[in-house]
T-cell receptor, first 110, second 114 residues
Framework: GIQVEQSPPDLILQEGANSTLRCNFS?????LQWFHQNPWGQLINLFY???GTKQNGRLSATTVATERYSLLYISSSQTTDSGVYFC????????????FGKGTKLTVNP | NAGVMQNPRHLVRRRGQEARLRCSPM?????VYWYRQLPEEGLKFMVY????????ESGMPKERFSAEFPKEGPSILRIQQVVRGDSAAYFC????????????FGPGTRLTVT
């Protein structure tokens, strides 16, 4: 099955810093989504981005489908950005299920 | 994820009891997915359902677990004779159709087996 690898596994920042999270996947995809799981366990949809670039406030994402990777940018980080960021993909020609990476755990210190 | 409802949000069961988790998809969505997150792990697909049909159950444990999505009412994930290893967060997602559409996630049900 498809492999989804996220890096780095852990990231510690000072408030106000910028960061880039990466998601590599091993096969062509129909769907790619980024999620934020906050410290209370709630899973928040950030981006639906099978290709191209999107921005939402301080967050933006880019997926280069032909090269099989996606990047999530967080600018001017805040303590509320802490949590785990997951990338998930749905493969072309396969089941409609999402396959999740193991996540990047982000800690933003004040 | 606004609109996908799951209940209960927290569920405590003793070993051997049954657990029933409910998921109401977003309005207009006819596709439901269940995922499980074991402690300190990522999310894993369990089952994909449409109204009255199980489309893909490749992620469901072979025994004790079942799922349904009836014509009327919420989708139900049922775990019989729960064991401590079933303690996890169970998330439901819905989409309006299949193949590449965004999946919207509910808040999850946290099952604790004592």
């Amino acid at each position: 099955g498809i492999q989804v690898e996220q890096s780095p596994p852990d990231l510690i920042l000072q408030e106000g810093a910028n960061s880039t999270l990466r998601c590599n996947f091993s096969d062509s995809v129909n769907n790619l989504q980024w999620f934020h799981q906050n410290p209370w366990g709630q899973l928040i949809n950030l981006f639906y981005i099978p290709s191209g670039t999107k921005q939402n406030g301080r967050l933006s994402a880019t997926t280069v489908a032909t090269e099989r990777y996606s990047l999530l940018y967080i600018s001017s980080s805040q303590t509320t950005d802490s949590g785990v960021y997951f990338c998930a993909v749905e493969t072309q020609g396969g089941s409609e299920k999402l396959v999740f990476g193991k996540g990047t755990k982000l800690t933003v210190n004040p | 994820n606004a609109g996908v409802m799951q209940n209960p949000r927290h569920l405590v069961r003793r070993r051997g009891q049954e657990a029933r988790l409910r998921c109401s998809p977003m309005k207009g969505h006819s596709h439901v997915y269940w995922y499980r997150q074991l402690p300190e792990e990522g999310l894993k697909f369990m089952v994909y359902l449409q109204k009255e049909n199980i489309i893909d159950e490749s992620g469901m444990p072979k025994e004790r677990f079942s799922a349904e999505f009836p014509k009327e009412g919420p989708s139900i994930l049922r775990i019989q004779q729960v064991v401590r290893g079933d303690s996890a967060a169970y998330f439901c997602a819905s989409s309006p159709t299949y193949r590449g559409y965004e999946q919207y996630f509910g808040p999850g049900t946290r099952l604790t087996v004592t």
